[in-house]
Each structure stands twice: as C-alpha cells, then as structure tokens.
C-alpha cells in the first residue's frame, strides 16, 4: 500500500468496536419500537451517542458539529445534544509529536527549525497545532494529524451512514444519501494536508486585498500530506472578545469582515469555506482598512468549488423571493440539484428561502435576524419539515449541505456579535453584474494558480 497510513481493516474494526455501542444502541431501541412497542426516547439516544462522540478524535465530532446546524438532519433532541460537542479534543503527547515530525520530514527534523515548542498550542478533531519559528525568523504552526486518521474516518463514515438510515426510517421526509456522499468526499479530502495547503493558497489569492481579512501562508516546503507548515497569525478567539462585550462598531467590523470572508469566495469565484465553526476563524485588532478591527480566516480543510451556474441558481433564487415569481424559483431550485418537485413542495422550500434570503433584501442597517425569538429558526425549519413531509418529501441534492451549513453557521455567528450592518448593501456589491462566463474564467485561473484541479472543465 502507497500510503502507510492508509485505512486498515483493523483500525476501522477498533474504531467501530469504540463507535457501535452508541449507534447500535440506537438501532436497538429503534427495532424494540417497531417491532414490540417499546417507547423510543430520543433525548437518551442522543445523549448516548454525544458520550461516545465527545470522548473520541475524529470526524465524527464534526460530522455532528456539521448536522446540528443543518434543520431537520437529525432529531431536534439530537441536534441540541450534538451542538454542544466542541472539536477540542486534549493533544496528543510529545513522542507523537516526535515520530509525526520524523516520519514527514525525515529523523533530523528538529534541525530545521531555530525552535519548535513541545506543548500543543491548539487540538481539534483531525491533528494538533505546535508553534515553531524557522532559521530565517518566520513565526509558523505546524498542523500535525493524529495517527490512523484514514481508519477513523473510514469507520466514522460507516457509522454515520447507519445512523442516517435509522433516522431515515424514523422519518423519511428528506432523503439524504446525496448529502451522505457530499459529507464524505469532503471529509477524505481534509486528510490530505497537500491539498488544505493548495486550498489555503487559493484563499490568500482570492481574499487577497479585502480589507480585515487574513489568511495564513502555507510553507510548501515543510508541508506533506500529514503536515501542514504556515505563518503564524496573531489573533484571540472571538467567542471570548463577545464575552468582553465589546462595541458595536467593533461587532460590526469583525461581522462586515467575516461576510466578505465567506462571500467574496463564493460569488466571486464559486468556492465556499464550508465549515464556519468559531475555533476556525479569530479576531485581532490590527486592521486600519476595517475600522481598525480584521479577522484572521483558518483552517481549509473543508473546501467545495461549484460550477459557475450553480452560483447563478444561487442569486437567482434571491431574486425569485424578492420578486415573488414562482417559475424563477422552481428554475433556481432545478439549479440548484432539486428533482421533480411538484408546485407544493416548491412553496414549502420558499419558506426557508425567504428566511435565508430576508436579511438581504432589507436595504436598511439592522441585526441579522430582527425578531429576537432564539428558536425562530428552529420553529421555522420544523414548519419547512412538517411541510415537506405533507407534500411527500424531497431528496436533498450533493450541494445544499454546505451552502446551508455556511449560511445557518455564520447566521449563528453574527447573532452572538450581536452586529448591526446593512447585509442588501453588502451582498448587492458582490453580486451586481453576475456574469457566470466571467467567474469561470476567474475561477479556472485561481485553482491554476493554487495547483487545484478544475472540477468543471466544460464550465458547466
């Protein structure tokens, strides 16, 4: 095998004998239900599976970080469990360290660095952060991943699968095999640093000039495909700045920045950071061009490129909720990857288009959600759920996952900031003038550039 860190039968075993108890304690209960009456409790089932998930490495922490975010992928008794998982799994030791830095850089590794501090600076699902500065003085992170990782995704994929189709036949209303297969390309790529390394260098070219937004460089020649080297960004967490209760022109610079961040990509150059998890971005307070506050935009693990048409299905869905034409938003929707959806079914998922949509079609300077309920959202996707099922369901196509996960999760982000913007003003700058030939030819010389492979060569 090429890769001596590949997916090994026993390794996804271990994992699965670590992982099956929860799930399969599911299964049981589910199969107790059906079968001799036996009364399920959901809230159980989820706090089950969150004890075995949050003591673990992994994608599956993410994976349910990711679906308690997205309406109706899970229970709600699910969803409010697994939201709570945080990717902060303790380090790893320093003979780890010692055997990952010599089996990607060789056994003189220490030799390449003027320093290289032996506690962990950062740890999440996948790999650990350390701190370390070259012979010529750059200040990098060096982003080691965990060991077996290929194993553990491979096994967390298998149970996240089972746990899908038990919910799928708990409620059948969204079909989710194609957001299944989404989830699990993305996750597979995230294990090749080579690529998060190309993928990173693709953001600095993209976000390069936009004010109060940095992105760290990639080190290509200390970078592997279970190392990544970059420079070294000075920031705090944003969670704890909130907490600090700062003022709202500062709220409102990290929020004017954090939009720009994930938007400028997406419209721009049709590529979506698909994970805005807190701990993946920071704050600092360093940026002139920003009103004196910027951020600092990490970790390109999760990246999804779409093909140009699929962002002109995007604006114009926009446009069919604000001008209320139907047709133009069945279209968009088609666009989109929704099949053979029937005139019911198309006023329900206008329900939660609108309330994606809303913000951005109040051309005035207001908070992100206006109506100050927490679980508007919540009572909103179960009106959309409940819908759904009335009118037969639908199969949720490969795209929406992680343009819905980067919508709701930033939504997230600017309610806790508590930010007040014009949001028609900001989308409308990058927007005007969509020209889907343009992007293409926009996008294909940025991924050129990055080294990354054109998914859609055509320019489909």
Known sequence: MADKEGSTLFGEARRMLRTSGAVGGIAARYAGKRLFGVKGDQATNAEDLKAVLGGLKGPMMKVAQFLSTVPDALPPEYARELATLQANAPPMGWPFVRRRMASELGPAWEGKFANFEREAAAAASLGQVHRATLHDGTRVACKLQYPDMASVVDADLRQLKLALSIYRRMDSTL????????????????????REAAQQKLYGRMLAGVPGVRVPVPVEEFCTKRLLTMTWLDGSAIQARIDEDPPEEERAAYARALFRAWYVPLYGYGVIHGDPHLGNYQVRADAPENGGWGINLLDFGVVRIFPPSFIGGVIMLFEAIRDD????????????????????????????????????????????????????????????????????????????????????????????LGAKLNWHDLFQELVQGFDGEVLARRQQAALAEAGLPDPHPAGA
Do not use: C
């Open 325 to 416: 034409d139907f047709d133009k938003a069945a279209e968009a929707y088609r666009i989109w990857g929704f099949q053979n959806l029937k005139r019911e079914t198309i006023e329900v998922l206008n329900i939660w288009a609108k309330f994606l949509y809303e913000p951005l079609l109040d051309d005035r300077v207001r908070p992100i959600q206006v109506n100050d309920d927490p679980q508007y959202g919540r009572r909103i996707a179960e009106q959309v759920h409940a819908g759904l099922k009335r009118t037969g369901g639908v199969r949720v196509p490969r795209e929406f996952p992680l343009m819905d996960r980067a919508a709701i999760g930033l939504g997230s982000v600017f309610l806790r």
């Open 175 to 194: 079909e989710n095999e194609e957001a299944y297969v989404e989830l699990s390309e993305r996750l597979r790529e995230e294990l090749d640093y080579k």
